[in-house]
């Protein structure tokens, strides 16, 4: 399996700040990478696939970047809504594996 | 608005088998991939395979010997049964739509579903 590594697993940060989470693969994975967001008690909810395409109804406050093994969300400016955990998901060959998580608190 | 909800029992015992069911409404389940994706307790989530409204499946060869998935178009399901159950197999069941143009990733999800084992 392709193994995928977070950093930071927790991120503290304000309301305004413009914050960066970063993924990388154990091999290359090309651009077939997705993010997601999940806050407590709830699914997991797609922001970006193919590593960069913003999903449809995703703020434009959320951008992706990178190819090949190392990949990056960015916040531009963080909302009180934004509070939650984040998950990178490589889906460039079986089985499709997720990251740890990136915790973003205030 | 698709929506997808899941059910079944929330406790398992050991060595028997784990039944969940996925239904899909405000929409077709024919001609997508539906996957099933669980989280443990420490968060961590795993993808445990996906079904084409065929009935043809891809499997995490991790679950593969214990992993079954059918399709029934007529009602708009799809389930799940994962059989010899341990403690390890706790965990929040959700089942997902891959989405249409980037299989792969899922754009609908269900509320997901817990599912303890133990006797």
């Known amino acids: 399996d392709i193994q995928m590594t977070q950093s930071p697993s927790t991120l503290s940060a304000s309301v305004g700040d413009r914050v960066t989470i970063t993924c990388r693969a154990s091999?290359?994975?090309?651009?077939?990478l997705a993010w997601y967001q999940q806050k407590p008690g709830k699914a997991p909810n797609l922001l970006i696939y193919?590593?960069?395409s913003l999903e449809s109804g995703v703020p434009s406050r959320f951008s992706g970047t990178g190819s090949g093994t190392e990949f990056t969300l960015t916040i531009s400016s963080l909302q009180p809504d934004d509070f939650a955990t984040y998950y990178c998901q490589q889906y460039k060959s079986y089985a499709w594996t997720f990251g740890q998580g990136t915790k973003l608190e205030i | 608005q698709v929506q997808l909800q899941e059910s079944g029992p929330g406790l398992v015992k050991p060595s028997e088998t784990l039944s969940l069911t996925c239904t899909v409404s405000g929409g077709s389940i024919s001609s997508l991939y539906w996957s099933w994706i669980r989280q443990f307790p420490g968060k961590g989530l795993e993808w445990i395979g996906h079904?084409?409204?065929?009935?043809?499946?891809d499997y995490n060869p991790s679950l593969r010997s214990r992993v079954t998935m059918l399709v029934d178009t007529s009602n708009n399901q799809f389930s799940l049964r994962l059989n010899s159950v341990t403690a390890a197999d706790t965990a929040v069941y959700y089942c997902?739509?891959?989405?249409?143009?980037?299989?792969?990733?899922?754009?609908?999800w269900g509320q997901g579903t817990l599912v303890t084992v133990s006797s």
């Open positions: 079904i084409y409204y065929s009935g043809s499946t």
């Open positions: 091999q290359s994975i090309s651009s077939w």
């Open positions: 997902a739509r891959v989405k249409w143009g980037s299989s792969g990733t899922f754009d609908y």
């Open positions: 193919k590593a960069s």
